[in-house]
């Protein structure tokens, strides 16, 4: 994607979805280059995969929406911090069960081990803080969709 085009897609997320922009911004802006950039393109992704698929445009996300989100996703990953790895991918699975293909994507990409050396290479830390970043951008964008009218 060139620079105009992505500078263009931005400002309109900007203007339809604001508050989810910012989240996602906010929270990827502490993290490393890398992960910051993999964080916004993986929410470009999730978010033109809603738009492609939703039958009507999908009504901004207010950022009370966002926050109880993000705190429901919290807590639900607190209980795994113990947890063997196996145990965490099955309570994975079934915690993000209504958009399992959305979820694995955003796994696979997070958890890829590069073989190039000029790949992004992911701290254990920027894994998880852009999985719950993006777990709290599909939930919100999944609850908006389903609550349209047909």
């Given at each position: 994607?060139?620079?105009?085009?992505?500078?263009?897609?931005?400002?309109?997320?900007?203007?339809?979805?604001?508050?989810?922009?910012?989240?996602?911004?906010?929270?990827?802006?502490?993290?490393?280059?890398?992960?910051?950039?993999?964080?916004?393109?993986?929410?470009?992704?999730?978010?033109?995969?809603?738009?492609?698929?939703?039958?009507?445009?999908?009504?901004?996300i207010k950022p009370?929406?966002?926050?109880?989100?993000?705190?429901?996703?919290?807590?639900?990953?607190?209980?795994?911090?113990?947890?063997?790895?196996?145990?965490?991918?099955?309570?994975?699975?079934?915690?993000?069960?209504?958009?399992?293909?959305?979820?694995?994507?955003?796994?696979?990409?997070?958890?890829?081990?590069?073989?190039?050396?000029?790949?992004?290479?992911?701290?254990?830390?920027?894994?998880?803080?852009?999985?719950?970043?993006?777990?709290?951008?599909?939930?919100?964008?999944?609850?908006?969709?389903?609550?349209?009218?047909?």
């Amino acid at each position: 994607m060139r620079v105009a085009d992505m500078q263009r897609t931005m400002q309109q997320i900007g203007r339809d979805q604001a508050a989810l922009m910012i989240f996602v911004l906010a929270w990827t802006e502490d993290l490393g280059e890398d992960a910051s950039e993999m964080g916004i393109l993986l929410f470009l992704v999730i978010l033109r995969a809603f738009q492609k698929t939703s039958p009507k445009k999908i009504r901004m996300i207010k950022p009370a929406k966002i926050e109880a989100a993000l705190a429901s996703n919290e807590k639900f990953l607190a209980n795994f911090e113990q947890a063997d790895d196996r145990f965490v991918e099955r309570a994975a699975e079934i915690g993000t069960s209504r958009q399992p293909y959305l979820f694995q994507f955003v796994t696979e990409v997070l958890m890829q081990e590069p073989d190039d050396p000029d790949a992004p290479h992911l701290s254990p830390e920027e894994q998880g803080q852009l999985f719950l970043t993006l777990k709290t951008v599909i939930d919100v964008l999944d609850e908006a969709v389903s609550k349209q009218p047909q």
